[in-house]
């Protein structure tokens, strides 16, 4: 009997650090987590115990604070770019490094109508990035999770596939919410690439509380994938994944009373999942 | 040998509600999360296996839909002050209710300045409140949890106790970080909730951005205190569970770098735990 | 307007460490999770930011390592002693120390019968202790937590009070599922602990196994707390919380199926929580 | 400006159910939980709001329900291949269906030696499967996750690459310790999988217990591969995620002692993670 290594890859999960920009009006607080992996030739480290080609994830860790301490001021991004650059340096035997890097924002906290220069409080979702650097090319990512969305009205689900297990009623009024999670290709990484995120996060916001006649999850998809695409030129293409978060009215004629839309079930468990890609047609890339 | 039934109570966790207040011009959107306890003379359902005192735990479910129902939009202490009042109600063996309600601010989503009528997102921490019914007297608590703060300065740790176990540095600047948790007893139960809270939430939020010159997690918690006991007369005491996050600034030292306050590592676990209570003095209460 | 500082305490949570017992034979091995408190007279700690008599907390850390290693081939409970008597000498403030230490079981992995010297497999639930220590007095409880039972039948539940709002059907044959947390009070300080807390345990275990006549939760916990205090002289009363984990048989009607017990939807939220204790009766105490 | 859609797929998380076969001397118990994806024609789904050929997700929770009660006996394997079977059979547009099963094995009760007949305690880890399947063709994995598994001894870490971030001192006695994910692809079908899926854990524990050169994490993974394949004859590759939890030994040297590997920090984060799949060699599997 004979045995071979197929597709391997190592590396380090739960970096967590902060970095402080300390300017003289005031200071940039960042919080951010990373995780990394290494592809390459690792054959021997495996079947033959050999470890001179291992860069050790603890290197990974203490790298990623050296690196984040020349240049705290960067964007996620960029310090993504920058960590990959390093870490294929870094371990000639390695033919991708992967990383993803997420942080919350932490916002500045507002008295009396001023920013205060050193306090923060903690924002309510995520931004991410993940960059995949080959020996020969880079994609980076950016992207954000954990925003959560909801209509209370403006959704329909209808019209759909029946079958003999089929109990769910027809809707044309429901409350629809997601925990949103976006992901948009860059085209380039010389971006701004705060300005960039900034300008997806608002699109995706924005066309989901005006799409009011939505049919589906993934008829909002669609909208929110374009309202991504128009906002930055810079990006060719956006996934989304959208738990459908479900409310379900109460039937209360147990005590006598109409339920009309007033109160709901909410299901954590299970939930729907929807997900899906919206991209510039080839021609309109190439053009 | 003999046994005997002591301290007991059972009730219900993770009623999980959303309501929807739909106004002309807006809708108002909620979502709750309960938890609940009867305590009484149930002596004979343990001993006996005699249930007729028992009010089942899923009527406490269903009857947290119905009478949300009846007033959707009502501040999460006036709900749970009328939904103890059921509970004892239709428990005449209970000699006491308690609950426990939740929930995320749902900020209303903004577009172009202008608010929008029925899209909204999800803040980042939670309201809460806490009832506790007895048959001649109650008590109503609100108050807050999963608020992360965070100072980048104004903040040091010296002069404490040293043993042949103590390794910490002093500092006279540290980043001091907590997810704080906080909750106000009211003196009233006829207020207006939501802006009681609200003055006590900016008031928390003021005081640890404006304290610059902590000693300590304890020295702040006092100052918040003061300023959420003078930010609402209605408030006789708050108590506080301020976890210390700790962000440690890492020693570069072995690549040549002298990290001067510019990045930390964020250390999940462990974490100190600061707790305490700041209460209006006997004189001026009964004053 | 006048302040002052209510109850408080300060401490740890999440030092997590192992310990190795390297026998000639075999290796023992733990891994333990500790969270501590001190309570006593901390109010200038607050009111003047004078830190004088505080230990800490990252000395509470680096002590548990130390003493740890002292003896680490200790039961749960008697380090959690020895710990808090360390802490109350070790801070002349405190009036109180407070610890809850857990452990998950590793198992020896076993081979075709035979016990490995040293490696481990981890199992289900957990351990865990409480120690109240003051300047006169020290308590000292043992338990475990996340105990997943269940019985397929056996279990009723039925002839409960009613109102407009019980939509609930009796049953007398239902799943009974819980997620233990049992904490029992030892009467002494200085026992054999790692044999009385497997005592109780497969005691619990018999008892919520045999007691087929279970008319609810209620009834089932007063015999788990019998045979509890039956299993061991020296604990005089246990506490349970019992989560009921509802398993609520689907209806299959809308495809044509009569569901005989055969599938259940397992509810994760909401759930009851049933919360009581058993004691001895004074007199045998006692006697 | 264009846009089409990319890849999509939709689905269902958190089906959770469980199923009684109640024997006339003893039941069986499993409790499983689902998560479902179909990929087809859905483009006018998202882009047009039609959901003619939409199959509800909850009607792939119904239908979950409604097959269970089918074959309540049948393994996780087998309950996974029919659901996908009716899945694809359901939905016309999808070309794919694709499920992920998993199970805590509930272990029965045992007294005094004698297995309960109803009684049940919930083991350690999960089983889990993974069923792919197209019009022509069907994948079907087994495996197994949150397995802990720790060597006290027997683990080396050293002869690694170093650059100027390393910091990490090499090792020839670590403790090695990991969460194992483990997932086997098998060859057929129409396997006996209980059977299977017990013979590929014994050899994975087994093989990591034996292990006692390992040099790092990497070359346990390929010992693990090696022996879940010689156990069985059905699989032909097996893919692990290893995540490298460390145990760090605590330098007591502040305090004058010399920590001989008896006390360790057990560093929830950051961890290592290694993943990796063995597989038979072609000329193997075709001869």
Partial sequence: ??????????????????????????????????EVRLEGDFEEVHTEGDN????????????????????????????????TEYLVHASPAASRAEAWMS?????????DGQPHPHAFTRGAFR????????????????GLDELYLLKTTGSAFGGFLKDRYTILPETDDRILATELDARWRYTRTDLDFAAEREACRVAII?????HD???????????????????????????????????????????????DGKVFVVTDKPSGRIEGTVRRTEDVVSG
């Fill in 206 to 210: 924005g066309a989901f509380a005006h």
């Fill in 52 to 83: 001179a080609t291992v860069l050790p994830t603890d290197t990974m860790r203490s790298s990623a604070y050296a690196l984040a301490f020349e240049h705290p001021e960067e964007a996620l991004e960029a310090f993504a770019l920058r960590y």
């Fill in 103 to 111: 942080e919350r924002p932490w916002e500045r906290v507002v008295i």
């Fill in 213 to 259: 006649d939505s049919r589906s999850v993934q008829h909002t998809l669609w909208r929110l994938g374009m309202a991504a695409l128009e906002a930055s030129a810079n990006v060719d293409e956006v996934t989304f994944s959208m738990p459908n978060l479900h409310h379900v009215a109460v039937d209360l004629s147990y005590c006598g009373l109409q339920n």
């Fill in 127 to 142: 931004w991410t990035t993940h960059v995949v650097r080959e020996r020969d090319e880079v994609r980076v990512s950016g």
């Fill in 1 to 34: 009997m004979g045995f071979e290594l197929g597709p391997n890859r190592y590396g380090k999960a739960g970096i967590h650090l902060a970095t402080v920009v300390r300017g003289e009006e005031r200071h940039e607080f960042s919080e951010r987590e990373i």
